[in-house]
């Protein structure tokens, strides 16, 4: 019996090695992407891509690999990236044809009949379901609610003064994003969280995030048949449990906010004001039955607020806030501008209004030019080249190939943003052909899958800046930030102070 186990044994290895040998050959031989540049174990595995995310930096690895290598970098054995800036249209463009990939199952709700609009990977289903809701998102909505993002804003100012009385150094990212969850929390169920008045995570929504993206992003990057034994061996780990444990909790409170609006018996939502899931509650009492939309849709588009609209609006006011504050003579033009705009009446004394905001015309440049030195995403959104294949950057794809364009990579070309494209220079946004470079930012997305969220965090953004730049002076800590990136491309911490202005 002992020599059947043994021989046995050799021949699981032998078979293992040869399979392996073989897999090796092809991929780099025969594979349809075996012609394209890229590291070797790129081509053979993707946990080589896994190793590269885990480091924390993957838009430093894809930037270097597309200067060593070209404009088309193979980075797992069915996957190219792209840094040729056209591409962005032809990929990410209305009707490309190109569609999501399996990459953004791993972000899928676990609530719902449908799946949710930004991990749904058919074109014709998405574009179906948003239609349905894309009014509730729309500019006018945003800007009726704008009263409630003051009240948000309030209680920012507020904080900030008692920490600058006590001269206590705060984490702007931190604290930015106590801002963004709370905004979402008025905005979207008629109350804040409460992290801004408690400065802290006493809801654990954000902890919940920090677990679940990293795990999120890995599975994501694995093939499909991998992610279950990842799960499954995963949860012997406190980390991956815990993550598990996060989904639940975002789950559950969004399961309990809808359940909360319904009148029992009655198709009526219980609401003392109309805010963002009220007006999704209206479509399915109102047109539920004809457009198909059901309680469990309404409770998608709460879990998709919970999960979504705090840490992407957090990051990108962050990074604007701290590039601002890093050069003393970009802030002083920013001071004087919002300063100006005060003394003449151009933006509110009190409460400064989105559209008056958005007449600030280096203010603008600045949140421009945050968006292109600093993505919210640090990895490519990938897509499946359409099946009869196609043509990118003059070169043949294969049909089904996984391509996609990293934003902070594009946004660092020269050719594109002129010269020292790794420098934060608002005055790009300023000259004759700014507009023409806008599509190349990727920071909402682009095309039919643009972020519906977009006016909301807009209007968070543009409407903090002035209010906490003319009431206090930030002062940096420490000028370097240091980030990390699994699919977010976040501020690790931004330490600064806050003293009254006199």
């Known amino acids: 019996m002992e020599i059947y186990t043994k021989q046995f044994g050799i021949y699981i290895a032998g078979a293992s090695a040869f399979y392996y040998i073989a897999w090796i050959i092809y991929s780099r031989i025969f594979h349809p992407l075996a012609k394209f540049p890229g590291p070797f174990w790129a081509s053979v595995s993707c946990a080589w891509l896994i190793r590269q995310v885990c480091g924390g930096h993957p838009e430093r690895v894809q930037k270097r690999l597309h200067d060593q290598y070209g404009p088309i970098v193979r980075v797992a054995p069915n996957e190219l990236i792209f840094s040729d800036p056209e591409t962005i249209k032809s990929i990410y463009g209305v009707n490309s044809g190109f569609t999501k990939s ?16 930004f991990s749904s990977d058919n074109q014709k289903v998405h574009a179906e379901r948003r239609r349905i809701v894309n009014p509730v998102y729309s500019l006018h909505n945003v800007l009726e609610a704008e009263q409630y993002v003051d009240g948000c804003i309030d209680v920012l100012l507020e904080q900030f003064s008692d920490i600058a009385d006590k001269k ?29 008045r408690s400065r802290h995570d006493h809801l654990g929504f954000m902890a919940s995030a920090d677990y679940l993206i990293p795990v999120m992003t890995l599975s994501a990057l694995m093939p499909t048949y991998l992610r279950p034994v990842f799960m499954l061996i995963g949860m012997l780990f406190p980390s991956l449990r815990k993550a598990v444990a996060a989904l639940g909790t975002l789950t559950d409170a969004s399961n309990q906010v809808v359940a909360e609006r319904v009148q029992p018996g009655r198709n ?41 609209g705090g840490d ?15 050069d003393a003579e970009i802030y002083r033009r920013v001071q004087e501008e919002i300063d100006q705009a005060t003394e ?38 990938p897509r499946k080249a359409p099946p009869q294949g196609c043509t990118l950057s003059g070169t043949w794809i294969p049909g089904g190939t996984k391509v996609g364009v990293n934003s902070y990579v594009t946004a660092h070309n020269a050719e594109i943003f002129g010269p020292e494209p790794e420098k934060f220079k608002p005055e790009r946004w300023l000259e004759a052909d700014a507009d023409k470079r806008g599509r190349y930012i990727l920071q909402f997305g682009a095309g039919s899958r643009t972020c519906m969220g977009k006016n909301i965090a807009l209007s968070e953004i543009y409407k903090v800046i002035p209010e906490v730049l003319r009431s206090y002076r930030l002062e940096l800590v420490k000028t370097e930030m240091e980030t990390t990136g699994f699919w977010f491309f976040k501020p690790k911490t931004i330490s600064v102070r806050i003293f009254r202005r006199t």
């Open 344 to 381: 003449e009446g151009r933006i509110g004394s009190t409460h400064v209004t989105y559209k008056e905001a958005s007449t600030l015309s280096y203010l603008q440049a600045c949140i421009k030019e945050a968006a292109r030195i600093h993505p919210v995403v640090a990895l490519p959104m």
């Open 312 to 326: 992407t609006t957090a990051i990108y006011l962050s990074t604007t806030l701290y590039y601002i504050l890093k």
């Open 268 to 308: 009526e939502v219980k609401s003392e004001r109309s805010d963002f899931i009220t007006k999704v509650l209206q479509i399915y009492f109102e047109k539920g039955r004809k457009v198909d939309y059901d309680i469990d849709d309404v409770k998608t588009e709460a879990w998709s607020a919970f999960f979504g």
């Open 102 to 117: 399996d990459f953004y199952h791993a972000f899928r709700a676990p609530v719902g009949r449908f799946p949710d609009h």
């Open 168 to 196: 206590e150094c705060i984490d702007l990212h931190e604290w930015s994003r106590f801002f963004a969850y709370d905004t979402v929390g008025e905005l979207f169920f008629s109350k804040m969280f409460g992290f801004l």
